[in-house]
């Protein structure tokens, strides 16, 4: 058996050896020119005037294009692929995002201009050498904001930033249980903007075959066939006439998913020039580009009882989209953002009011966890708030609140059915990892000692993968939301799995292969994985949202099940005896109670190239399996961690950190403990020090560079202890829940909730995220009147 082993990841040996070929790696027979852009520097301004013929006349330049040329060609705009509607039904004041301003400018780094050149270095000095002349206009960066009557309107056709209003919950259920609480708290819970920086960026290299009028696109993308359905609209291009290659990448979190400018134009450009053309962004445009995340400006409230039950609880948010609405953030914003809002606990009444608010900065969309730790942070921090006002445990609080076992399957407040899971068991595991009674008393031996040591808790459940397609066209989406996956076993009895989604990290090549090896009885070195090509994968929706196990995952297992079913009846007629009187055995197949027995392979050859074989029983050893989930899965957690506060700088050291995870049946439990570990660094980075943050009076993008863009180092972290305890989900054939997103969603508020338990005796109630050294040291000053 290959399920639930530790097998070593089947890609890294050519990661660590830097044979890994990424899109900046391709090379082709004939030369490729280079794309560069011409970015804007102000984040509002209208468009005077573009002079291209500096940039036109300098050395190696093979074109220069705007956005006039690219209307011109009859193309169109980024549409997005998950609209919501508003509050009332009607359509959302949706923007789309044009490729090459024309007018108008809305966002510093937007682009204005293209240049193609022989060479990058020959690009990038012609893109600076377009000549571009705005009029300068005031900027609403600042999300809580937007909406307020002098606040500068970023499309004058709408006459409002307001992109949309949706509301969820019972309003009246949650009044009436307020109006009957004995303790009420509310907190202001803004959840920072950040952005993805995985290892590689983007890069994209674009051909046009005039011959065929064929398109060829590779891509750092983590959805080959999403992004082919793009330029259906984008390019007018038939999705039959462009094969879409996503080749090894590096870290994509959810930023490659996205119908980024560069992508339509890069493609537009080869055809233009008429040699293939490739652009790869550098770190300052990636960190201006790339789209950013999480962006809240929210106000909490939570009532109790005289037990410390909580009784509702009351959210307004508003919600940024930069200055256009993107392909996801509709969805992001809305769908997967509000239905985490009971998170771990029994919560009879919850309402929340949602606003989508357009702003001048880059565009906002998916980023890993997508909607859901914005919902963890927000009602974290008001339990852990409500548990330091009401003299309770935050953790005591935690549990006199948590859904029991007994509960499930629970229907939330806003009407979303976790199936399975036991909080109390994850809780009393977690309890014990990290010592929490003991940690307790060690903090109050510290304090005597001037020390702040601080306990952070949250427990959630997640929201992961993605429902049925039906449902989730009804909630708006315009993209399947099944995948897809074949299983060809050739004649020598070797197999390929051609899967839909793609792996950027996640090592599907080791756990479809764990998958595939169990079911087909093979060893899992007759298997290869191959992912990323639509010319060779049937269909795909990409990796994302925690997806990819119980979606292609699950085609995996359900084509290799049906192989098994087709070749058992071979191999019967093969051995001559009943179906139900052979034992499948590792590498082949064998007749109860003899000695007879026959190979994997020679069933596999004779599949193809055996006349005698059952009737009915086609040629061929070959399925292909398009899987629609029967729902979402709800994987659960409970995290811990221990920091201490410098209160004379502000600093943080964080100690110790404890997750105990429910993700249903691990695959290989490697490959869990290295995506927990991934998702905890990224949300402890949100937590800590990551912003993308815009100067609030002109719009200036002021996180340019990794000096001024912090992210956590090695030395920044301690050493995760980590566990899990397993509920079979069972709306799927293996049971499993998704990993990926975790940390992510209970890491910013475990850490923060710690901060504030360190200092909460200093009088500091809040601080917000990123709670930097700066922000704690002067919310210390301000507690105590300095």
Same mark, same amino acid.
């Given at each position: 058996?290959?399920?639930?082993?530790?097998?070593?990841?089947?890609?890294?040996?050519?990661?660590?050896?830097?044979?890994?070929?990424?899109?900046?790696?391709?090379?082709?027979?004939?030369?490729?020119?280079?794309?560069?852009?011409?970015?804007?520097?102000?984040?509002?301004?209208?468009?005077?005037?573009?002079?291209?013929?500096?940039?036109?006349?300098?050395?190696?330049?093979?074109?220069? =294009?705007?956005?006039?040329?690219?209307?011109?060609?009859?193309?169109?705009?980024?549409?997005?692929?998950?609209?919501?509607?508003?509050?009332?039904?009607?359509?959302?004041?949706?923007?789309?995002?044009?490729?090459?301003?024309?007018?108008?400018?809305?966002?510093?780094?937007?682009?204005?201009?293209?240049?193609?050149?022989?060479?990058?270095?020959?690009?990038?000095?012609?893109?600076?050498?377009?000549?571009?002349?705005?009029?300068?206009?005031?900027?609403?960066?600042?999300?809580?904001?937007? =909406?307020?009557?002098?606040?500068?309107?970023?499309?004058?056709?709408?006459?409002?930033?307001?992109?949309?209003?949706?509301?969820?919950?019972?309003?009246?259920?949650?009044?009436?249980?307020?109006?009957?609480?004995?303790?009420?708290?509310?907190?202001?819970?803004?959840?920072?903007?950040?952005?993805?920086?995985?290892?590689?960026?983007?890069?994209?290299?674009?051909?046009?075959?005039?011959?065929?009028?064929?398109?060829?696109?590779?891509?750092?993308?983590?959805?080959?066939?999403?992004?082919?359905?793009?330029?259906?609209?984008?390019?007018?291009?038939? /999705?039959?006439?462009?094969?879409?290659?996503?080749?090894?990448?590096?870290?994509?979190?959810?930023?490659?998913?996205?119908?980024?400018?560069?992508?339509?134009?890069?493609?537009?450009?080869?055809?233009?020039?008429?040699?293939?053309?490739?652009?790869?962004?550098?770190?300052?445009?990636?960190?201006?580009?790339?789209?950013?995340?999480? !962006?809240?400006?929210?106000?909490? @409230?939570?009532?109790?009882?005289?037990?410390?039950?909580?009784?509702?609880?009351?959210?307004?948010?508003?919600?940024?989209?930069?200055?256009?609405?993107?392909?996801?953030?509709?969805?992001?914003?809305?769908?997967?953002?509000?239905?985490?809002?009971?998170?771990?606990?029994?919560?009879?009444?919850?309402?929340?009011?949602? @606003?989508?608010?357009?702003?001048?900065?880059?565009?906002?969309?998916?980023?890993?966890?997508?909607?859901?730790?914005?919902?963890?942070?927000?009602?974290?921090?008001?339990?852990?708030?409500?548990?330091?006002?009401?003299?309770?445990?935050?953790?005591?609080?935690?549990?006199?609140?948590?859904?029991?076992?007994?509960?499930?399957?629970?229907?939330?407040?806003?009407?979303?059915?976790?199936?399975?899971?036991?909080?109390?068991?994850?809780?009393? @595991?977690?309890?014990?990892?990290?010592?929490?009674?003991?940690?307790?008393?060690?903090?109050?031996?510290?304090?005597?000692?001037?020390?702040?040591?601080?306990?952070?808790?949250?427990?959630?459940?997640?929201?992961?993968?993605?429902?049925?397609?039906?449902?989730?066209? /009804?909630?708006?989406? @315009?993209?399947?939301?099944? !995948?897809?996956?074949?299983?060809?076993?050739?004649?020598?009895?070797?197999?390929?799995?051609?899967?839909?989604?793609?792996?950027?990290?996640?090592?599907?090549?080791?756990?479809?292969?764990?998958?595939?090896?169990?079911?087909?009885?093979?060893?899992?070195?007759?298997?290869?994985?191959?992912?990323?090509?639509?010319?060779?994968?049937?269909?795909?929706?990409?990796?994302?949202?925690?997806?990819?196990?119980?979606?292609?995952?699950?085609?995996?297992?359900?084509?290799?099940?049906?192989?098994?079913?087709?070749?058992?009846?071979?191999?019967?007629?093969?051995?001559?005896?009943?179906?139900?009187?052979?034992?499948?055995? /590792?590498?082949?197949?064998?007749?109860?109670?003899?000695?007879?027995?026959?190979?994997?392979?020679?069933?596999?050859?004779?599949?193809?190239?055996?006349?005698?074989?059952?009737?009915?029983?086609?040629?061929?050893?070959?399925?292909?399996?398009?899987?629609?989930?029967?729902?979402?899965?709800?994987?659960?957690?409970?995290?811990?961690?221990?920091?201490?506060?410098?209160?004379?700088?502000?600093?943080?050291?964080?100690?110790?950190?404890?997750?105990?995870?429910?993700?249903?049946?691990?695959?290989?439990?490697?490959?869990?403990?290295?995506?927990?570990?991934?998702?905890?660094?990224?949300?402890?980075?949100?937590?800590?020090?990551?912003?993308?943050?815009? !100067?609030?009076?002109?719009?200036?993008?002021?996180?340019?560079?990794?000096?001024?863009?912090?992210?956590?180092?090695?030395?920044?972290?301690?050493?995760?202890?980590?566990?899990?305890?397993?509920?079979?989900?069972?709306?799927?054939?293996?049971?499993?829940?998704?990993?990926?997103?975790?940390?992510?969603?209970?890491?910013?508020?475990?850490?923060?909730?710690?901060?504030?338990?360190?200092?909460?005796?200093?009088?500091?109630?809040?601080?917000?995220?990123?709670?930097?050294?700066?922000?704690?040291?002067?919310?210390?000053?301000?507690?105590?009147?300095?």
């Amino acid at each position: 058996m290959y399920i639930g082993e530790p097998v070593l990841r089947r890609e890294d040996e050519k990661f660590l050896r830097g044979k890994g070929q990424y899109v900046d790696d391709i090379r082709l027979t004939e030369p490729i020119a280079h794309a560069a852009y011409t970015r804007t520097p102000h984040a509002h301004a209208k468009i005077v005037n573009i002079s291209t013929n500096k940039a036109a006349s300098m050395p190696g330049v093979l074109a220069v =294009l705007t956005g006039r040329d690219w209307l011109d060609a009859g193309f169109g705009e980024a549409d997005g692929v998950w609209p919501v509607k508003d509050k009332d039904g009607k359509t959302a004041n949706t923007v789309n995002r044009p490729f090459l301003a024309v007018e108008k400018v809305r966002y510093v780094g937007e682009c204005v201009a293209m240049v193609i050149a022989e060479d990058r270095y020959q690009a990038l000095d012609a893109a600076e050498a377009v000549e571009v002349s705005y009029d300068v206009l005031p900027a609403n960066a600042v999300t809580s904001k937007a =909406l307020d009557e002098d606040a500068p309107i970023l499309h004058e056709e709408l006459g409002t930033n307001l992109v949309l209003e949706t509301h969820h919950g019972n309003k009246f259920a949650v009044d009436e249980a307020f109006s009957k609480a004995s303790h009420i708290t509310e907190v202001e819970v803004p959840s920072n903007r950040v952005t993805a920086c995985p290892i590689e960026p983007r890069s994209y290299l674009g051909h046009y075959d005039p011959i065929n009028d064929q398109y060829t696109f590779w891509s750092s993308t983590q959805a080959p066939h999403i992004v082919r359905k793009y330029f259906t609209n984008s390019m007018r291009i038939p /999705e039959h006439k462009l094969r879409v290659i996503a080749p090894d990448v590096g870290g994509g979190f959810g930023m490659k998913l996205y119908h980024y400018p560069e992508e339509p134009t890069v493609l537009w450009a080869a055809k233009v020039v008429g040699k293939p053309v490739r652009w790869t962004g550098t770190r300052s445009e990636s960190l201006v580009s790339d789209t950013h995340a999480r !962006d809240h400006f929210t106000r909490g @409230k939570i009532a109790f009882d005289t037990n410390g039950k909580i009784l509702a609880m009351s959210f307004r948010t508003m919600a940024a989209y930069g200055a256009y609405e993107g392909q996801f953030q509709a969805s992001i914003a809305n769908a997967y953002h509000y239905c985490l809002l009971s998170c771990g606990y029994d919560i009879p009444a919850i309402y929340a009011e949602i @606003k989508g608010v357009y702003t001048n900065s880059t565009p906002v969309d998916a980023y890993r966890g997508a909607g859901r730790p914005e919902a963890v942070y927000q009602v974290e921090r008001l339990i852990e708030n409500a548990a330091h006002e009401l003299g309770i445990d935050p953790l005591e609080l935690r549990e006199r609140n948590l859904i029991q076992a007994n509960q499930m399957p629970y229907k939330t407040a806003v009407d979303i059915t976790y199936n399975v899971a036991d909080l109390p068991v994850l809780m009393t @595991k977690a309890k014990k990892l990290a010592r929490y009674d003991e940690l307790r008393e060690e903090q109050e031996n510290l304090r005597k000692k001037g020390i702040y040591m601080g306990i952070g808790t949250c427990v959630f459940f997640d929201m992961a993968g993605a429902g049925p397609t039906k449902m989730m066209n /009804e909630l708006g989406a @315009k993209i399947g939301c099944y !995948d897809v996956a074949s299983c060809r076993v050739h004649p020598s009895g070797k197999v390929t799995i051609f899967a839909g989604s793609h792996s950027h990290g996640q090592a599907h090549e080791t756990t479809w292969s764990q998958i595939a090896a169990d079911r087909l009885g093979c060893d899992i070195e007759d298997i290869e994985l191959v992912e990323g090509d639509t010319d060779r994968v049937p269909f795909g929706i990409g990796t994302w949202g925690s997806r990819s196990l119980s979606t292609a995952g699950m085609a995996v297992a359900v084509s290799a099940d049906r192989i098994i079913e087709k070749a058992n009846k071979l191999a019967a007629h093969m051995l001559e005896c009943a179906v139900e009187d052979l034992i499948r055995e /590792e590498g082949g197949f064998t007749v109860k109670g003899t000695d007879r027995s026959i190979t994997f392979a020679d069933v596999a050859d004779a599949a193809y190239h055996r006349g005698d074989r059952p009737e009915g029983l086609e040629i061929g050893l070959e399925e292909t399996v398009f899987y629609d989930p029967k729902d979402c899965n709800y994987p659960s957690a409970v995290h811990i961690c221990v920091v201490l506060v410098d209160p004379k700088t502000g600093n943080v050291t964080l100690r110790d950190y404890t997750a105990v995870d429910d993700v249903g049946t691990i695959i290989n439990p490697m490959v869990l403990e290295g995506q927990v570990h991934g998702g905890l660094v990224q949300g402890i980075g949100q937590a800590l020090m990551e912003e993308c943050a815009y !100067d609030s009076e002109t719009g200036q993008y002021v996180s340019g560079t990794f000096m001024d863009y912090a992210m956590p180092r090695a030395s920044d972290l301690p050493s995760f202890a980590l566990d899990s305890y397993t509920t079979l989900d069972p709306d799927n054939p293996l049971g499993i829940k998704g990993a990926g997103e975790s940390g992510t969603l209970g890491a910013p508020a475990c850490v923060c909730n710690a901060i504030v338990d360190a200092i909460w005796g200093l009088g500091v109630q809040q601080v917000t995220q990123p709670m930097t050294p700066r922000k704690i040291w002067h919310a210390i000053q301000n507690a105590n009147g300095n």
